[in-house]
């Protein structure tokens, strides 16, 4: 799997929030809807982040030799639940700090303080949870060292040279 782009992120990120901007501020009345957030939604955000980081320090700890027990099935899986943190969190951040902005136009009403800073931590937390699966994805990743002795041998582009299973001779 190839790394992230952090511009990709980015510009998906600020897309989503230009849309939920311009339907925010074009439809008012969505805003009910699209301006709440409860409190449930930005801790299990920060839930996630620090579950996705402790997986990603053990699959960490196995690469640097510290941890050989760990499951290579396991590694992958804590990879591609970092990819979608990634695209959750910068989605999710889009959403949040849009909604931030439009709501804490009216920041003279009470109720509106609160939504507005009961919106910024959820994109707080959206922002955690982009963060901890960008630095996790990079903890996945193979030495240099690695990925050399797995294309040793091979064609253009360094085909991956697969070891052979040994055949076992019937008794």
């Known amino acids: 799997m190839r790394r992230t782009s952090l511009g990709m992120l980015a510009v998906v990120a600020a897309a989503v929030f230009l ?14 809807g699209l301006g709440n957030t409860s409190w449930v939604e930005w801790v299990a955000l920060f839930s996630l982040s620090i ?48 909604a931030t902005i439009v709501i804490a136009q009216n920041w003279g009403y009470g109720i509106q303080r609160l939504l507005t800073v009961e919106l910024g931590i959820a994109a707080l937390a959206a922002l955690t949870l982009l963060v901890c699966g960008v630095i996790v994805e990079r903890f996945c990743e193979l030495p240099p060292a690695d990925i050399e002795k797995a294309t040793k ?15 076992e001779t019937p008794v």
């Open 19 to 32: 849309v939920v901007l311009a339907i925010m501020q074009t439809f008012p009345e969505v805003r009910v």
């Open 51 to 98: 579950m996705i980081l402790r997986f990603g320090l053990a699959v960490r700890a196995y690469l640097k030799g510290d941890k050989p027990d760990l499951d290579p099935i396991k590694a992958a899986r804590t990879l591609a639940l970092a990819k979608a943190a990634e695209w959750t969190g910068a989605i999710l951040f889009g959403r949040y700090l849009a």
């Open 153 to 167: 041998g091979g064609g253009p582009g360094g085909r991956v040279v697969r070891p052979q299973i040994p055949q």
